[in-house]
């Protein structure tokens, strides 16, 4: 079975640091990780995408890398701004299945 | 374009009650996804449907959970004689489904549901 796991469970930072979220996941049978924001009372926003075959994508101050074979994946925030704050949500896909499995997510904090 | 849209935002009900949500998805998009989030958690998948059919419920708790997409757009979830445990967020997403499996999830707001 399928276990993804987030560390730490909560962040919080002064602005302008670079930091790393953590994801660990024990099946490496993957199709794919995404990597979610979620704001207070909303849904989740897709942030990157990375499929099993690549190792890293980038967008904008956000970086995600993918290590399949020791079930991990990284979420580098560039200077970090205070607009980043809220809960960042990995979630991998296995092969034939639709489904996504979540961690519980990083709720993270940036202050001015 | 719009988004993912769910109805209502918010349902407060009583214990042994029936509910539905309602899910309205990306137009076009064939995927369709329920998941459950209660406070601090991840989201827990419930069920997926790809066109009119569920491809996999193996996410529903229980007989009392079933949902439908009879013509391959909106879905409905439906809960009988709701429980107190059932209180959570009610989420639903869409992608552009079969043959687009890297496609990322688009998720609407949710449905806060509460059983007192």
């Known amino acids: 079975k399928q276990e993804v796991t987030q560390i730490p469970a909560a962040l919080s930072v002064p602005e302008g640091e670079n930091l790393v979220l953590n994801c660990s996941f024990t099946?490496?049978?993957?199709?794919?990780l995404q990597w979610f924001r979620q704001d207070p009372g909303k849904g989740l926003t897709s942030l990157l995408l990375?499929?099993?075959?690549?190792r890293e994508q980038t967008s904008g101050r956000l970086n995600a890398s993918l290590d399949k074979s020791s079930g991990r994946s990284t979420l580098y925030i560039a200077a970090s701004q205070p607009g980043d704050s809220a809960t960042y949500l990995c979630?991998?896909?296995?092969?034939?299945?639709?489904?996504?499995?979540f961690g519980q997510g990083t709720t993270l904090q940036v202050k001015p | 374009g719009a988004g993912v849209s769910q109805t209502p935002s918010n349902k407060v009900t009583e214990k042994g009650k029936y509910v539905e949500l309602r899910c309205d998805p990306i137009s076009g998009h064939t995927a369709l996804y329920w998941y459950r989030q209660s406070l601090g958690q991840g989201p827990e998948f419930l069920i997926y449907?790809?066109?009119?059919?569920?491809?996999?419920d193996s996410g529903l708790p229980n007989d009392r959970f079933f949902a439908v997409r009879p013509e391959g757009s909106v879905s409905t979830l439906k809960i009988q004689r709701t429980e107190r445990g059932d209180s959570a967020v009610y989420l639903c997403?869409?992608?552009?489904?079969?043959?687009?499996?890297?496609?990322?999830?688009?998720f609407g707001n949710g449905t806060r549901l509460t059983v007192t």
């Open positions: 990375i499929q099993s075959s690549q």
């Open positions: 997403a869409s992608s552009p489904g079969q043959g687009r499996n890297n496609s990322p999830l688009h």
């Open positions: 099946d490496s049978a993957i199709y794919n």
């Open positions: 979630a991998v896909r296995r092969y034939n299945t639709g489904k996504l499995i």
């Open positions: 449907f790809q066109g009119t059919g569920a491809a996999d």
